[in-house]
Each structure stands twice: as C-alpha cells, then as structure tokens.
C-alpha cells in the first residue's frame, strides 16, 4: 500500500503517521504539507513518513498522485476562529480543493480518498444524538466547508474509486506540532500555567472529543477496509462526549486546579453530540482506546518540558490564528493563503 498524507505536518499528522506505520505497515508513506505551521513544533519529530514536500494541495497534480493508493485529506483552514478570518480561503481550501483534489486523485488511478471532515457539520445538538442520516446544520465557515466537501465528493465516488469521509469529533492530545487552541488542550495549558480553568461559556455545549492517536486508528481502519462508493461515519465515543463543564470539571481534578464557569450563555453555540454505532458496528476492530485521564496526563508531562513556550500561549505561535495572522502581515501569505508567489 502507498499512502500520502496531504497537511502531513500539521497537528495530526505526526501521529496519525506513525499510528498508521506501526498499525497497517504501508510500503511507502508520504506527507506533503503547505509548512504554514512547521516552525511552531515545540520539539523535532522523528518522522514517520518516507518523505515529506513542501507543497499546497491546490498544486498537487496527477504525475504525483499517481504514485499512491490512498490519499489522506487532512490539509485544512482547520478551525472556527481561523474560518471567520479566512472565510474565502477556507472554502476554496476546505471543499473546493479538496474535491479537485479527489477528482486529480481519481484520474490518476488512485483507489481510495478519505476525507478528513467534522462532526461539527451537524451544528447546535438538539434533540438526543446525530447519525449519520440526520440532517446537517453547519453553523461556521469551518462546519460548512466540510460539509460542502462531503456533498461534492460523493459524485465522485464509485466501484473503481471510493471515498470515505470520516467526521471526527474534536480532536485533542499531544503531538509535537501541538496546537493549544482546541478545548481539552487549551484546558491543561490554562490548568499549569495559571492553575485554573475557566469556561466562558455556561458550560452546556456538548464536544465529543477524540484523541489524535485514535484518528490514526480510525485513518487506519479506512485506508484498507473493503469499500466502494462513497460512505461516511461519525467517529469518536460516548466515552469522549462531554460539556464543555463536565470537560473543565475532569482536567481540573486530575490536575488539582479549581474550575469556574462564566456563566455566558450565549458564548456558544457550538454544541452537537453525535451517534458512533456505524463506526462501533463496522470499525470494531479500530474503535478510540485512549481514555481522558491519560491523555491529560501524557499532556502535563510533555507540556511540562516545554513551559517557557506556554507563557501567555495564547498570544503565541501555538495558536494557529495567530500564525496565519502574523504570515499575512509579512507578506509571506497572499489573502487565499498561498505562499507569495508561489500560488496557482
């Protein structure tokens, strides 16, 4: 099996790399990365991929995919506060180059796109959890481009080509190319620099969370199991599904910090709790095994080597807005997020 990574040097993809090394052995594995986020790494990474490139997925063609298998789409304008910014960039990133990805992917030969998508396409939870079949209610530029994406995919999809988007929950954990803008990240770096928490929220919104360990697993799984067309799973865990409350409540007794809730009613929106039990029934062989209590654990001791690095994080280069921002006002990023004068 030849797999690429496209946004291989992003937060995920060291791990997902090696998960999917030590998990499924492909012969070639390679990571092809815009680099936007390369020199915020907190520590060198021994790479798990054949080799990496420096290359946006709006360029990559069809002398290059013809290589691979697999193509994995994780490059991605990756979060809510980023897509407010960027909303153009992110559209045309999210969803329109990820299906011309997928359509280059197509023609030369590849067999499988999995697609990097987000159980935040279901927006405001609602009544009780969101399958697959329930209707979608994006509420961000994020949420919508996923889920513009999905739709434009699955025409693609058919006997010889198949498609899988895997709708994660939110992801969290350790990794080298830490990012300290997700909740349960933001949480432990809030709990060992100012020894609190506090939620600006009411603390009601629902997050299912997955660890970036269990995204390999489930990257894994999609990149060999027996699949034509197009199909699409939530993946995550009841375990993992908290509010953003119980969230805080949990770090805050595994590290000894009080928590405090705001009160905010209004401060979020973003609340979705989603069903697993299409990829419970069909994955269960590869369902998340790491538990919130170790993961928190594994983040103090990692965090806890880098913590001249976690001083006011989050005016730092942890925050990926903050990179994108400070790129922009260098010139070295154009308004669609290309590297100047590199860009189509």
Not at 41 to 69: C, H
Not at 233 to 246: D, H, K, M, P, Q
Request: charged share 25%.
């Amino acid at each position: 099996m030849r797999v690429l990574l496209v946004g291989g040097n992003g937060y995920l993809g060291p791990v997902v790399g090696a998960t999917l090394r030590k998990l499924i052995k492909p012969d070639v594995l390679d990571a092809m990365d815009t680099q936007w986020f390369t020199a915020t790494a907190l520590e060198p990474w021994r790479e798990p991929f054949s080799s990496i490139g420096e290359i946006d997925k709006r360029e990559i063609g069809g002398d290059i995919l013809r290589r691979y298998d697999v193509v994995v789409d994780f490059a991605a304008v990756s979060n809510d506060p980023m897509s407010a910014d960027f909303e153009a960039a992110t559209m045309e990133i999210n969803h329109q180059a990820a299906v011309d990805l997928a359509r280059r992917a197509k023609a030369a030969g590849v067999k499988r796109f999995i697609f990097a998508s987000s159980c935040s396409i279901y927006g405001s939870a609602g009544d009780g959890a969101k399958s697959e079949q329930d209707p979608k209610g994006p509420l961000t530029a994020y949420a919508k481009s996923k889920w513009a994406g999905e739709v434009d995919l699955e025409p693609l999809a058919d006997e010889r080509f198949s498609v899988i988007a895997l709708r994660f929950a939110t992801a969290c954990g350790w990794s080298p190319t830490l990012r300290a803008d997700l909740v349960l990240n933001d949480f432990v770096a809030t709990a060992l620099t100012e020894r609190k928490i506090l939620v600006l929220s009411d603390g009601t919104p629902w997050r299912p969370l997955i660890h970036t360990k269990d995204i390999g697993r489930a990257v894994a799984w999609a990149s060999q199991v027996a699949q034509e067309g197009f199909a699409a799973y939530n993946v995550g865990s009841n375990a993992w599904t908290l509010t953003i409350g119980e969230l805080a409540k949990n770090v805050g007794e595994i590290l000894g910090v009080p928590y405090e809730i705001s009160g905010a009613a209004n401060a979020d929106k973003r609340s979705y709790r989603v069903a697993f039990d299409k990829y419970e029934a069909t994955a269960s062989a590869w369902l998340p095994q790491e538990k919130v209590g170790s993961a928190v654990e594994e983040m103090r001791e990692m965090m806890g080597k880098h913590m001249d690095r976690f001083v006011n994080f989050r005016k730092s280069n942890l925050i990926r807005l903050n990179v994108l921002r400070a790129k922009l006002a260098a010139g070295e990023l154009d308004s669609r997020l290309f590297v100047r004068g590199k860009g189509v």
